[in-house]
C-alpha cells in the first residue's frame, strides 16, 4: 500500500527515474497540472480520428497517443468519424477534412507546414490539425503536444506554421569505430558493430528528438571520412537506420572521402574530370539509393586540414561538388559541400582564405550543391563575426554550419546557451543588399530567391544516459532545431519554451533560469576570449587555455599567430593596413569596424592591434579593460552559481546536484582561464593587474607546464 501511494505520488510530482536521467529530453509529458485545465483538455479531446494511415502519420499517431496518455492519464478513443465535441482529428488533407480546411488554405503549407483549426460543424466543436504531406502532420502533432506541455489552451486555434529553411541536419562527426571527434557526451550512437541485425530502440527516440524540433536530416558520419561507409557492407548498416529514421520524416546523408575511386574502388586517380572517376560515384549514388531509396546526399570536406580533394588533382571545388552533384541528381539528392579550407602554406591571414576561394566560383556550381559555411571565419570560437562568405555568394545557396558541441566553449562541462550565439550571427547584417540583408535571409534563401536553403548543427550528442552531457546541452540541440525551422525565432523564447519543457517549474523559475542561460553565453565570452580575441586555447585537444601555444608545425594551428600580443598591444590588425580581411565585407561593416572608435568593442581584436594604454568606452585603457573582462567572466559564473543554488527546491536532486557540480568546475576552469591568459599577456603588457582582483593563484609557469593526457573528442 505504501510503495503504491509512493508510486503515485512520484508520477503526480513527475519525478520518475526518467524525468530525473534526462533521457526524455524534452518529451518528458508530465501529467498535466490543475484540475481546472485537465478538465479543458479532456473536453476539447473527447476523441480522435486519424482518417489516414501513411507511415509518418502513424508515427504521428503514436506520439499523441503516447503523449495524451501520459499527459492526461487516460487514453483517449479512436473513432472513425466525429462523433461528437471536442474531437480531434488529424490528417494529411483529403476529401473528408476539406469539409472543415478548403483546400485553397493549405497552400502556404508547402510540403512540411500544417494548419491547427478549432471549427465548428453540424454543431460539434472540434480541433483539425492538417497538412499537405505526412511530414507535416507529424510536425503538427508535435506543435499541438508541445501546446498542452506548456500549459497553453486548445479551443481556440489556429495555427499556421512551415519552415523556413529545408535542409535542416544534424552532422555527427561519428567515426566507424564509434569515438566522436569533438565529442564530449559518450561514443557514437550508431552501434555498427550490431547493426543491421540489431536496431537499438534508442534511434527512435533519437528521431523522436529531431522530429519534435524539426530537423528532416542527419550526417551519420564524420567530415574526416572513412569510405568504407560507402561500402555495401555499411551500406546495409546505414538502410537500417534509414528505416527507422524514415518515419520520422528524418533523411539520411553520408559523408563522402573524395578518395574513395581509389581507396575501395581500385582506379588510380579521383581526378573528378577523369570520365571512369564520374562513372564510379554516379554508380556508387545507384548503388547507395537501391539501399536507401530517399537517401539525402553527400556532405563533403575537401582540400581542407589534410582531406583530399578536387584541387589534388588541378581542379577546384565547383569541379568536385558538380561532379558528385551529378550523380546525385537524378534522384534527388544534394551535395553539402564545406567552405571550411585554409592552406598553412598560403600566405595570407587564414581568416580569408575560405572567400578568397570560394567567391570567384560563385554561379558555377550545379543547382543540388550548397555550399556549407561556418558561422564565423575561423572555427567555432565562443564570439567570432559573422563570416564573410553570407551575403558574397548571391547565386549559391549558403547554408549555415553551427557547432552545437562545444569544442571551444568547455566541452560538456560548462553550462553555455549556444542559442545566444546562432542569434547573434543569424540576426547579423551583411549588407550585401543594403541593410537588414541579415545572414539569416541569406540562410532561407530569400535575399536571393533560392529554393534551397539549409541550416546543419554539429551535433553534441552520443551515448550518455542524458544525450548530451550536460544537462543544458539540451538545450543547445533544442535550440538549434528551433532556429534551424525559423532563424528568426528569439532565443529568449527558445531557452524558456525549452525550460518549461524540461523542468515543467513556475514562472519566477522560467525568468531567472532563462536569464541565467542568456548570460552564460557571455560569461565564457569574457573568461576565454573577451574583446575579440580567438583561438587561444590548449593545443589539438582545445582543452583549457593556452595563449602561448607557438612553434607547431602549422602557424595557423599556434595561439600566437591569431593574438600577436607585443609590448605595444595585442589583436590582429585585419584593416587595410594589416591583413584587410575586413575587405571582404560591405562597405558599411568596413567603415564601422574600421575604426577604433566605432567597431563594437567585441570585435575589437580580432580585427585591430590596439595599444595596452588605448582608452576604451569604458574609460579603462585596453590592458584595464582585459583584466576587467576576464574577471567580470568568472563574477558571472558566481552569478550563474547563485542563481541555479536558489532554484534548488525547484529541480528534481539528482538533476539539481549534477549541474552544481559542474558549475564548480565550470567556475574552477574559468579562473584557470582568467589567471593564465591574464599572466601571459602580462608580459607583453607589462602593467599591474589591478589591486581590486583576485590574484592569480598560480604563476604563469605553471600554468604552461599543464599537460593532459586522454582529452575526449580527438
Ligand atoms: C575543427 C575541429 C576538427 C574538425 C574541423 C572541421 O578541431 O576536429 O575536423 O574543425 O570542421 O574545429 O572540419
Given at each position: 500500500m505504501k510503495r503504491f501511494h509512493l508510486l503515485v505520488l512520484m508520477l503526480i510530482l513527475g519525478l520518475g527515474a526518467r524525468a530525473k536521467d534526462g533521457?526524455?529530453?524534452?518529451?518528458?509529458?508530465?501529467p498535466v497540472k490543475g484540475a481546472e485545465l485537465s478538465l479543458h483538455y479532456k473536453n476539447n479531446l473527447t476523441e480522435l480520428i486519424f482518417p489516414d494511415k501513411g507511415e509518418l502519420v502513424s508515427s504521428a499517431r503514436e506520439e499523441l497517443r503516447t503523449a495524451l496518455k501520459s499527459m492526461l492519464g487516460v487514453a483517449i478513443p479512436e473513432q472513425?468519424?466525429?462523433?461528437?465535441?471536442?474531437a480531434l482529428m488529424v490528417g494529411v488533407h483529403s476529401a473528408d477534412i476539406a469539409r472543415f480546411?478548403?483546400?485553397?488554405?493549405?497552400?502556404?503549407?508547402?510540403?512540411?507546414g500544417f494548419l491547427i483549426r478549432s471549427v465548428t460543424s453540424g454543431g460539434k466543436k472540434l480541433t483539425v490539425l492538417t497538412a499537405n504531406t505526412g511530414r507535416g502532420i507529424l510536425y503538427g502533432v508535435f506543435a499541438l503536444i508541445q501546446r498542452i506541455q506548456l500549459g497553453e489552451?486548445?479551443?481556440?486555434l489556429s495555427i499556421s506554421d512551415r519552415p523556413k529553411v529545408k535542409v535542416r541536419v544534424l552532422n555527427h562527426w561519428d567515426n566507424l569505430d564509434r569515438?566522436?571527434?569533438?565529442?564530449?557526451?559518450?561514443?557514437?550512437?550508431?552501434d555498427w558493430q550490431r547493426l543491421p541485425g540489431y536496431v537499438d530502440p534508442r534511434y527512435i527516440d533519437y528521431a523522436r528528438a529531431n522530429a519534435s524540433i524539426g530537423i528532416?536530416?542527419?550526417?551519420?558520419?564524420?567530415?574526416?571520412?572513412?569510405?568504407?561507409?560507402?561500402t555495401p557492407s555499411y551500406l546495409e548498416k546505414v538502410a537500417a537506420l534509414a528505416k527507422v529514421f524514415r518515419r520520422y520524416g528524418i533523411k539520411v546523408y553520408l559523408t563522402a572521402r573524395f578518395s574513395a575511386p581509389i581507396e575501395i574502388?581500385?582506379?588510380?586517380?579521383?581526378?573528378?574530370?577523369?570520365k571512369e572517376v564520374r562513372q564510379w560515384w554516379k554508380e556508387k549514388a545507384d548503388e547507395i539509393y537501391r539501399y536507401v531509396p530517399d537517401f539525402g546526399g553527400f556532405l563533403v570536406k575537401a582540400n581542407s586540414e589534410g582531406q583530399p580533394g578536387p584541387q589534388n588533382y588541378g581542379r577546384n571545388h565547383a569541379d568536385g561538388a558538380n561532379m558528385l552533384a551529378e550523380a546525385l541528381e537524378p534522384r534527388g539528392g544534394i551535395v553539402m559541400w564545406r567552405a571550411f579550407v585554409y592552406d598553412n602554406?598560403?600566405?595570407?591571414?587564414?581568416?580569408?582564405q575560405a572567400y578568397t576561394e570560394f567567391k570567384p566560383l560563385?554561379?558555377?556550381?550545379?543547382?543540388n550543391v550548397l555550399i556549407q559555411v561556418k558561422n564565423?571565419?575561423?572555427?567555432?570560437?565562443p564570439r567570432e563575426p559573422f563570416h564573410p562568405l553570407f551575403g558574397a555568394m548571391p547565386q549559391t545557396p549558403m547554408m549555415m554550419e553551427f557547432q552545437i558541441t562545444q569544442e571551444y566553449l568547455g566541452f560538456a562541462t560548462h553550462l553555455v546557451y549556444l542559442g545566444a550565439l546562432f542569434k547573434e550571427t543569424l540576426a547579423a547584417?551583411?549588407?550585401?543588399?543594403?541593410?537588414?540583408?541579415t545572414v539569416a535571409k541569406v540562410i532561407d534563401g530569400s535575399l536571393d530567391n533560392h529554393q534551397l536553403s539549409g541550416m546543419a548543427g554539429v551535433a553534441n550528442i552520443g551515448n550518455d544516459l542524458n544525450w548530451?552531457?550536460?544537462?543544458?546541452g539540451q538545450a543547445n540541440w533544442y535550440a538549434f532545431g528551433r532556429l534551424a525551422w525559423n532563424?528568426?525565432?528569439?532565443a529568449e523564447q527558445i531557452a524558456e519554451d525549452w525550460l518549461k519543457l524540461t523542468f515543467a517549474a513556475d514562472k519566477d523559475f522560467n525568468k531567472k533560469m532563462t536569464d541565467m542561460m542568456m548570460l552564460s553565453r557571455e560569461a565564457v565570452v569574457n573568461y576565454?576570449?573577451?574583446?575579440?580575441?580567438?583561438?587561444?586555447?590548449?593545443?589539438?585537444?582545445?582543452?583549457g587555455p593556452g595563449?602561448?601555444?607557438?612553434?607547431?608545425?602549422?602557424?595557423?594551428?599556434?595561439?600566437v599567430y591569431y593574438h600577436k600580443a607585443d609590448s605595444a598591444g595585442i589583436g590582429f590588425n585585419r584593416t587595410a593596413t594589416g591583413?584587410?580581411?575586413?575587405?571582404?565585407?560591405?562597405p558599411e561593416i568596413r567603415k564601422q569596424y574600421g575604426d577604433i572608435g566605432s567597431i563594437p568593442e567585441k570585435y575589437l581584436l580580432w580585427f585591430h592591434h590596439v595599444n595596452w594604454d588605448q582608452r576604451l568606452q569604458s574609460g579603462r585603457s585596453l590592458w584595464e579593460e582585459l583584466c576587467f573582462r576576464y574577471n567580470l567572466g568568472v563574477d558571472q559564473v558566481k552569478e550563474i552559481q547563485q542563481s541555479w543554488n536558489l532554484q534548488k527546491a525547484k529541480v528534481d536532486p539528482r538533476t539539481f546536484s549534477e549541474v552544481s557540480s559542474l558549475l564548480a568546475i565550470q567556475l574552477k576552469e574559468a579562473k584557470w582561464w582568467r589567471d593564465a591568459c591574464l599572466l601571459y599577456f602580462q608580459t607583453f603588457?607589462?602593467?599591474?593587474?589591478?589591486?581590486?582582483y583576485e590574484k592569480p593563484a598560480h604563476d604563469l609557469e605553471f600554468y604552461e607546464k599543464q599537460q593532459f593526457h586522454f582529452v575526449p573528442g580527438i
Open positions: 533521457y526524455d529530453l524534452w518529451l518528458n509529458y508530465r472513425t468519424k466525429v462523433s461528437r465535441s471536442g480546411i478548403p483546400a485553397t488554405d493549405l497552400k502556404s503549407c508547402g510540403d512540411e489552451r486548445i479551443d481556440q569515438t566522436v571527434e569533438r565529442g564530449y557526451a559518450g561514443f557514437s550512437l550508431w528532416n536530416g542527419t550526417v551519420l558520419t564524420n567530415v574526416n571520412a572513412n569510405a568504407l561507409i560507402l574502388g581500385g582506379l588510380k586517380t579521383a581526378d573528378p574530370m577523369d602554406k598560403v600566405p595570407t591571414d587564414r581568416a580569408k560563385d554561379g558555377q556550381f550545379r543547382k564565423g571565419p575561423i572555427d567555432f570560437q547584417d551583411t549588407y550585401a543588399k543594403g541593410k537588414g540583408s548530451t552531457g550536460h544537462p543544458f532563424p528568426y525565432g528569439s576565454m576570449t573577451p574583446l575579440g580575441l580567438h583561438h587561444i586555447m590548449g593545443w589539438d585537444h582545445h582543452y595563449p602561448w601555444i607557438s612553434n607547431k608545425p602549422r602557424a595557423d594551428w599556434t595561439s591583413s584587410n580581411a575586413l575587405e571582404q565585407y560591405a603588457s607589462r602593467r599591474p593587474i589591478p589591486q581590486q
